[in-house]
C-alpha cells in the first residue's frame, strides 16, 4: 500500500473516530456539566431567599429592640395608664415600622396590650386566640430569662396564617435591673410579603402552608423529600423552567412553610445552543483540515520524500551525525538535498548554542527561587530589597558593568531617582542620583513602546553615575508599573553600543520588575494594615484611643504596677448635661466641643499617661506610677479648670462641667474591670454631690451603689 493511501485512509479514520468519540460524550460531559452548574444556580437562589428572609428576621429583631430598650416602653407595661399609647401608637406606626401585630406582654406572662392591623382593610382586628396560646410560660416565642438582652425570632401559624415575629425583653436604656415584661412585633406573610421578597431578590418565590389543600404543584416534594429546614431540592419542572424546593420551620422546629423558587433555563439552552454551534464549526472546521492537509502532504512532503527516501533511510528524526544526504545533478531535489544538509549543520550549531542557553536559563531560575525565598522582598523594605535584587540581576545577565533600580516621584512624576545602583567591578551599591524629566524622558518612552527594551543613550545616565565612559551605552530596560501606571524601570548597564541582549535575559530582567512591585504592593500591605490597626483603637472624632484599646493600656498598665509596686490611678470622667449642648445647638457643635475638650484633657496630663474616649461624653484616663493619691486630686482639680473655661465654637460661646470618679490601684480594685466600675461609682457620686466636682472611691460608695 503506497503512503498516499496510508496517509488518505488514517486521515479520514482519525476525523471519523474523532467525531464519534466527541459525539458519544458530549452529553455526559458537557451538557451534564450544564445541568449541574443549573442545579448549583437554583440552589445558591434558593439560598439567598433564605438569607433574604434571614436578614428580615435580624432587621424585625432590630426595630423590636430599638422599641424594648425604650424607657417610654418600659413605663408603660409598668404603668398602662401613663400616655404612652396615645402618643406612639397608630395606624401610622404599624405602616411605619411595617408590621401586623404590636404586643406587649408582662412577665407573669400575661398580654398587657396587643393590635393587629390589617393592611388591606387598614383596619385594627381582633386579636386572634391562636396567638394568644403562643404567648405562655416556657414558650420558645417568649425570650428565655428576665435579665436576658437575648431574643427570640422566627415563624408561627395563626390560625390559617403564617407570620414572620421578634421578641426582646422590655428593658430601660441603661439596660439595668430585671425585665418588665417581652415586645412583640410581628408580621403576616402575605401575598404582598412575598411580591415584596420576590421583587428584593428578583427571582419568582412561591411560599405555602405545609397544611394548606392549595399547595402549589411542586411544592409537596419540598415536605415530602425534604422535611429538614435549610435542605435544598431540585426539580426540572419543564424544558424551560427549573426549581428549588425547601422547608421553613417555626418557632417549635416544626415543618411549617413550603418555599419554591423557579427560574427559566437560560444557562442550559445557552450551553445546549453554544455547545451544538461549536460541533458544527469544529466538524467543518475539521473536515477542512483534513482535506488541506491531505492535499499540502502530497505535493509538498510525500512525493518528494520519495525521491529522496533512499538517500536519508540512515538519518533519524532530529538526529544530530555528520551523515548527509546527496543527490547529483542540478534540479529542484538537488537543491532540496543540498538544504537538508545545511539544515542539518545548523540543528548541531543551534542544538550546541541551545545547550548553552539552558545553562544560563537554569542558572537564572536558580537565582529567581532563590530570590523568591528572600523574606526582604515581602517585609515591605524597599531600601533592602533593591539592594538585594540588583545583586541578583548582575549574577543573571551576561556582559553588564552595573545594574540598578529608578523609580519616578510620586509626588510631580518630574524627578526619577536611583532607589539603588549595583557596580559589578567593585562590588559598591550607591543610590539617590536623580535625573529630570528631560534626562529620563527617552527612557520612559523606550520602555512604553517597548516594554523590555535594549536601549542605546548618549549622555545622561552615565554622567550622573560618574562614569568616565563619553560614548553611548546599550541599556536593557524593564517597567515597574504599580497601581496601573509606570513607577520606575530596572536598568542593566553596559558602555558597547554593539551588545545584543538575548530573549532569557530580557524574561530575567522582567522577572526582577514584578519582585519591585512585590515588595512595593508589600509596602503598601504594611502601611494599610497600620493604618487599619490605628483606626480600629481610636476614636474617629477626637483621634483618642477607644474603648478596646483603652482596655488594652489598662490592663498592660497594671502588669507593671504589679512588677513595679506602684499605684495606678483611673478617672472617669463625664460632662455634665452634655446632651444640652446638642440640643441647644446641633451635633457639630457638640463633636467640635467634644474634639476640644479631648485637646484640653492633653495638655492636663503627661505624655506618658492614656487618654481615651469610651463613650458618647465620657472619658478615661490612666496616670501610672502615682506617689501619692492626693497628687491625683490635683490633676482632676486642673481637669476641671480646663473643661469648665469657656469655649467658643463658631460664633457659640458656653460653658460644661465635668464630673470624675476617681478610683486607685491596688487600694480600690484587683482587677481592671473592678477598677473600672469603681471609678464609674465615683463618677456617680460626683454627680449626686452637685457636678462640676471630682470623687475618690469608698467602700461607702460600694455599699450605695448595692442599695
Known sequence: MSIRLKTLLILV?????????????????????????EEEQVKTDTKRVLSA?????????????????????????????????????????FRTLNINILAF?????????????DFNTEAYQSTSPSLIEHI???????????????????????????????????????????????LMMARFIDKEYIKDLSETTHLSIEISHLTSPELP????????????????????????????????????????????????????????????????????????????????????????????????????????????????????????????????????????????IEKRQKNQN????????????????????????????????????????????????????????????????????????????????????????????????????????SGSFTALLAPIHFDGRLKGMVIAEHASPELTWAADEKSF?????????????????REMEQELERLAKHDALTKLPNRTLFFDRLQQAILRADRTGKRIALLFVDIDTFKNVNDTFDHSIGDAALQEIANRLAIVVRKSDTIARVGGDEFTIILES????????????????????????????FNVTCSIGISIYPENAITYQELVRTADNGMYMAKKKGRNQYCYFTSTDALADQL
Open 13 to 37: 479514520f482519525t476525523f471519523i473516530l474523532a467525531t464519534a468519540a466527541l459525539l458519544a460524550s458530549a452529553d455526559k460531559i458537557v451538557l451534564h456539566r450544564f445541568k449541574v452548574l
Open 53 to 93: 428572609l434571614d436578614s428580615r428576621l435580624k432587621g424585625l429583631e432590630n426595630i423590636t429592640r430599638d422599641w424594648s430598650e425604650w424607657d417610654d416602653a418600659f413605663f408603660y407595661i409598668k404603668d398602662p395608664d401613663s400616655g404612652f399609647i396615645e402618643q406612639n401608637i397608630s395606624e401610622e406606626s
Open 105 to 117: 406582654i408582662n412577665t407573669i406572662p400575661e398580654i398587657a396590650s396587643v393590635w393587629t392591623f
Open 136 to 182: 405562655k410560660n416556657s414558650s420558645p416565642v417568649l425570650p428565655f430569662g428576665k435579665n436576658s438582652r437575648g431574643a427570640s425570632k422566627g415563624f408561627i401559624s395563626v390560625d390559617d396564617r403564617f407570620l414572620i415575629f421578634a421578641s426582646v425583653p422590655i428593658r430601660p436604656s441603661n439596660l439595668r435591673g430585671r425585665s418588665a415584661g417581652t
Open 217 to 356: 404543584p411542586g411544592l409537596e416534594v419540598a415536605s415530602i423529600e425534604k422535611p429538614r429546614d435549610q435542605d435544598i431540592s431540585f426539580s426540572v419542572l419543564s424544558k424551560d423552567r427549573v426549581a428549588g424546593y425547601t422547608t421553613i420551620s417555626d418557632i417549635y422546629g416544626n415543618p411549617l412553610l413550603a418555599l419554591r423558587v423557579d427560574t427559566p433555563r437560560d444557562m442550559y439552552h445557552q450551553g445546549l445552543k453554544s455547545f451544538q454551534m461549536f460541533l458544527i464549526s469544529l466538524a467543518v472546521v475539521a473536515l477542512l483540515t483534513v482535506l488541506s492537509s491531505l492535499y499540502f502532504i502530497d505535493r509538498t512532503i510525500l512525493s518528494r520524500l520519495w525521491a529522496l527516501n533512499s538517500q536519508v533511510k540512515n538519518i533519524g528524526v532530529y538526529a544530530l551525525s555528520n551523515i548527509r544526504v546527496g543527490v547529483k545533478g542540478k534540479d529542484e531535489i538537488a537543491i532540496l538535498s543540498s538544504a537538508v544538509n545545511d539544515m542539518l549543520d545548523g540543528l548541531e550549531g543551534f542544538h550546541n548554542q541551545r545547550l548553552a
Open 366 to 469: 536558580s537565582i529567581l527561587v532563590e530570590l523568591a525565598k528572600e523574606p526582604v522582598v515581602y517585609e515591605g523594605k524597599m531600601d533592602i530589597a533593591a539592594t538585594k535584587i540588583t545583586e541578583t540581576a548582575a549574577k543573571g545577565i551576561n556582559n553588564v558593568k552595573a545594574t540598578s533600580i529608578w523609580l519616578i516621584s510620586d509626588e510631580d512624576e518630574f524627578t526619577m531617582t536611583c532607589l539603588d545602583r549595583y557596580e559589578i567591578k567593585s562590588g559598591k551599591h550607591a543610590g539617590g542620583t536623580t535625573l529630570s524629566k528631560n534626562e529620563f524622558k527617552l527612557f520612559v518612552e523606550a520602555v512604553e513602546t517597548g516594554g523590555i527594551s535594549p536601549f542605546r543613550h548618549q549622555g545622561a545616565l552615565l554622567k550622573k553615575n560618574n562614569d568616565d565612559s
Open 509 to 525: 530582567i522582567n522577572s526582577l520588575s514584578d519582585f519591585i512591585v512585590m515588595a512595593m504592593y508589600a509596602g503598601k500591605k
Open 626 to 653: 502615682i506617689p501619692y493619691t492626693e497628687d491625683v486630686g490635683k490633676v482632676a482639680e486642673k481637669i476641671i479648670n480646663v473643661v469648665s473655661a469657656p469655649m467658643n465654637i463658631e460664633a457659640h460661646s
